[in-house]
């Protein structure tokens, strides 16, 4: 805590931490606010849907919804990674113009839950206007390694949302119609 002073008194001033999960895809250690997850499910290989960008996996249904699952190493253009036992998927709730939609992301490996307050949190690199890197909030250092903290508000474009929302929307259909 901080102290304040105002006029002869002594005010502490809580500083404000931050949960969030921290994951691995390859060598990089990312990381999301907690209030975004919902769940954490061992891999399932989800059903696969034909004429999807590559880093659609498919559909599972969790949740009592169908829910799009995402590969974010081959999002973030890597190769597909190997599936192994540490393999996750963690489901996310993002926000997009007053709609939620939750999401899988596939990660290889969820390592644990850090805290940070703003002070721990290194500003995002400037990549110039080149590269979307919106999505990054910031970085932050555990031990000796660096953590990238992901805005997932931020990740996918608008179009990539609606993508995902009509492909959840026409499985959906599907479904109810069987």
């Known amino acids: 805590m901080k102290p304040l002073t105002s006029h002869h008194r002594v005010i502490e001033i809580e500083e404000r931490t931050v949960k969030y999960l921290s994951f691995t895809l390859g060598k990089d250690h990312y990381a999301v606010d907690v209030m975004h997850i919902r769940k954490?499910?061992?891999?399932?290989?989800?059903?696969?849907?034909?004429?999807?960008?590559?880093?659609?996996?498919?559909v599972l249904h969790l949740l009592g919804n169908?829910?799009?699952?995402?590969?974010?190493?081959?999002y973030f253009g890597n190769a597909a990674p190997e599936?192994?036992?540490?393999t996750c998927i963690i489901i996310v709730e993002i926000h997009d113009h007053g709609r939620h939609?939750?999401?899988?992301?596939?990660?290889?490996?969820?390592?644990?839950?850090?805290?940070?307050?703003?002070?721990?949190?290194?500003?995002a690199p400037d990549f110039s206007n080149r590269l979307r890197n919106h999505f990054v909030q910031g970085?932050?250092?555990?031990?000796?390694?660096?953590?990238?903290?992901?805005?997932?508000?931020?990740?996918?474009?608008?179009?990539?949302?609606?993508?995902v929302q009509s492909l959840r929307e026409e499985t959906d259909a599907k479904n109810n119609a069987e």
């Open 40 to 58: 954490i499910v061992e891999y399932i290989e989800p059903l696969h849907v034909p004429l999807v960008p590559s880093f659609v996996k498919g």
């Open 66 to 74: 169908v829910v799009p699952i995402i590969d974010l190493s081959v």
């Open 83 to 86: 599936i192994t036992r540490q």
């Open 101 to 123: 939609l939750d999401i899988g992301i596939v990660v290889d490996t969820v390592s644990n839950v850090v805290e940070f307050s703003a002070k721990d949190i290194l500003p």
């Open 139 to 163: 970085m932050s250092k555990v031990g000796e390694r660096f953590i990238l903290l992901l805005e997932l508000n931020g990740i996918f474009s608008r179009d990539e949302i609606q993508l």
